[in-house]
Nanobody
Framework: QVQLVESGGGLVQAGGSLKLSCAASRSIFSIATMDWYRQAPGKQRDLVAR???????SYADSVKGRFTISRDNAKNTVYLQMNSLKPEDTAVYYCNALVASNDYWGQGTQVTVSS
């Protein structure tokens, strides 16, 4: 079992940057994949970025070249650096960990990008 707590969301103008953090309650060293998802009002929750235990990262096409996911195993934390933000990036961002076939979610952090 693992608890996840996201932070770092807020209000930013288009073109700006934010860095989200996801702090885990236990070591993430052995967690195979950790993801960032987002959900805009009235829409489904979509995968934004994924990082493996080996550090390999993958991204949704909509954020490639603008977002960077990273993990610090020593701090049990996963990050999402978001640059060149657009109004369409506005959503609640959630951290996810898959542990022993169980999905764990944080409470989410709101990101609002104004035009």
């Amino acid at each position: 079992q693992v608890q996840l707590v996201e932070s770092g969301g807020g209000l930013v103008q288009a073109g700006g940057s934010l860095k989200l953090s996801c702090a885990a309650s236990r070591s993430i060293f052995s967690i195979a994949t950790m993801d960032w998802y987002r959900q805009a009002p009235g829409k489904q929750r979509d995968l934004v970025a994924r990082i493996t235990s080996g550090g390999s990262a993958s991204y949704a096409d909509s954020v490639k070249g603008r977002f960077t996911i990273s993990r610090d195993n020593a701090k049990n934390t996963v990050y999402l650096q978001m640059n060149s933000l657009k109004p369409e990036d506005t959503a609640v961002y959630y951290c996810n960990a898959l542990v022993a076939s169980n999905d764990y979610w944080g409470q989410g952090t709101q990101v609002t990008v104004s035009s």
